[in-house]
């Protein structure tokens, strides 16, 4: 292991960037601090490596860090200090050093791997999610795989590991996570989050919750229905902030992202897509839906789209963040609620209609509605998690009270769902 971690270390100075199956660039620190990166004379320029960084002659660079598409996927808190644990007496674990360890496994279709290395030289875990998700010790399964493998890219302050489906025809991909004990019953939080968004009709990946309510899971959707990789880039990066700044985003930045990046009808999708998390955001009292939490997704430089809903939790069911503001401001303002700022901002550069608008808000009271009433059972069912199931489904009362009254302002009533029409829900998503 040592030869090894001292190979990675002596090639890291310079890093080769794959897209697809082939080798487009290098990455290479600049000064103490900063990155620099070129393409290859023959890279075609369908193979470019950010949307803000088109196939061209001219390098990239950063003076002070690594250029942002580059930083995106970094391990971060626990991920970070594990990381730092096991190879930090032998590496010298910076950005660059941790790029080179996890560039392989990222979410995008990106790979970055020391000068030299195969493009796969760390291949993913695989694991049949199916089974572990059944199994009563998911949550100690999990934790073996996280000692066993943590050579992947994936952003993100809480325990999260990347695997690869057996037996699968494309070798479908998921992203495994659990939390920790400052945030109790948080798998179960997000998956049934999760499904107040899917039943709401907002776009969502696929998930799973293990049997006990220890780990949830995400099936990764950078890929299409081939098994190819997808480009991904979130807002932070589009914007060309670094990750510290995820927290200081604004709603008008990032409708001028996507303006700038998407073409013909998916531009106004993607604009409402936004304008339909921000409102499930403020309804779900989720209070951590920063520049991260979305993004574009693409195979080329003409179809890029909103990436579907991810990381949705309802914060302020824990007591540390029940006074906790919104991520992403709109107008200047950290809107808790749907004010006629917010549906000035739908209107005026969402491009929604007030039609468009109260039927957005109709759906995601009724998903939310639909999920509480999950909630209530699985809560009975599972006394461990009882004591958050309620404390969110109270959350999403005040939620549904306020997309009752965006809808009646805007000339509308709507009809509830009841409760107790909902069946026990399977763990599994």
């Given at each position: 292991m040592n030869d090894l971690l001292a190979k990675i270390e002596a090639n890291a100075k310079r890093l080769d960037v794959h897209v697809g199956p082939g080798r487009v660039g290098t990455l290479e620190r600049e000064g103490a601090q900063g990155s620099v990166f070129a393409y290859l004379p023959e890279t075609n320029e369908a193979d470019?490596?950010?949307?803000?960084?088109?196939?061209?002659?001219?390098?990239?660079?950063?003076?002070?860090?690594?250029?942002?598409?580059?930083?995106?996927?970094?391990?971060?808190?626990?991920?970070?200090?594990?990381?730092?644990?096991?190879?930090?007496?032998?590496?010298?674990?910076?950005?660059?050093?941790?790029?080179?360890?996890?560039?392989?496994?990222?979410?995008?279709?990106?790979?970055?791997?020391?000068?030299?290395?195969?493009?796969?030289?760390?291949?993913?875990?695989?694991?049949?999610?199916?089974?572990?998700?059944?199994?009563?010790?998911?949550?100690?399964?999990?934790?073996?795989?996280?000692?066993?493998?943590?050579?992947?890219?994936?952003?993100?302050?809480?325990?999260?590991?990347?695997?690869q489906e057996r037996d699968t025809i494309h070798d479908a991909q998921w992203i495994l996570k659990v939390g920790d004990t400052s945030l109790p019953s948080l798998a179960v939080n997000e998956y049934f989050t999760m499904r107040a968004a899917a039943h709401a009709g907002l776009p969502t990946p696929e998930f799973t919750l293990s049997e006990e309510g220890t780990v949830f899971g995400v099936k990764r959707f950078d890929f299409d229905v081939a098994g190819n990789s997808l480009g991904f880039e979130d807002f932070c990066a589009l914007l060309a902030l670094p990750p510290e700044r995820t927290y200081g985003g604004t709603m008008e930045r990032v409708v001028k992202a996507i303006e700038a990046f998407t073409v013909g009808p998916e531009r106004l999708k993607a604009k409402e897509g936004m304008i339909a998390a921000q409102l499930f955001s403020m309804a779900a009292r989720n209070t951590d839906a920063h520049l991260k939490n979305f993004g574009l997704l693409y195979s080329g430089i003409g179809d890029a789209r909103l990436a579907p809903m991810f990381d949705m939790v309802t914060t302020k069911v824990y007591p540390q963040y029940r006074n906790d503001i919104p991520s992403i401001s709109i107008a200047g303002k950290k809107l808790d609620v749907a004010d006629k700022t917010f549906v000035r901002f739908a209107q005026e550069r969402g491009g929604m209609t007030t039609t468009g608008l109260r039927d957005m808000a109709i759906r995601i009271a009724g998903g939310l509605e639909e999920a509480a009433a999950e909630l209530i059972v699985y809560g009975r069912a599972y006394p461990a998690h009882q004591a958050v199931c309620d404390g969110i489904v109270e959350q999403w009362k005040s939620g549904v009270q306020m997309l009752d009254n965006l809808v009646q302002g805007i000339g509308a009533r709507r009809k509830p769902i009841k409760e107790e029409v909902a069946p026990v829900p399977q763990p599994k998503g």
């Open positions: 470019f490596v950010s949307l803000l960084m088109p196939v061209r002659l001219q390098s990239y660079s950063a003076s002070s860090a690594l250029i942002p598409v580059f930083q995106q996927n970094l391990p971060e808190g626990f991920l970070r200090r594990k990381i730092t644990q096991r190879f930090g007496k032998v590496l010298a674990t910076d950005d660059l050093i941790l790029l080179a360890l996890t560039g392989a496994n990222m979410i995008g279709r990106q790979k970055i791997v020391p000068s030299g290395f195969s493009r796969d030289w760390i291949k993913p875990l695989r694991v049949d999610v199916e089974a572990m998700m059944a199994d009563s010790q998911a949550g100690v399964l999990f934790a073996e795989l996280l000692d066993e493998f943590i050579g992947f890219g994936v952003s993100g302050a809480l325990p999260k590991v990347l695997v």
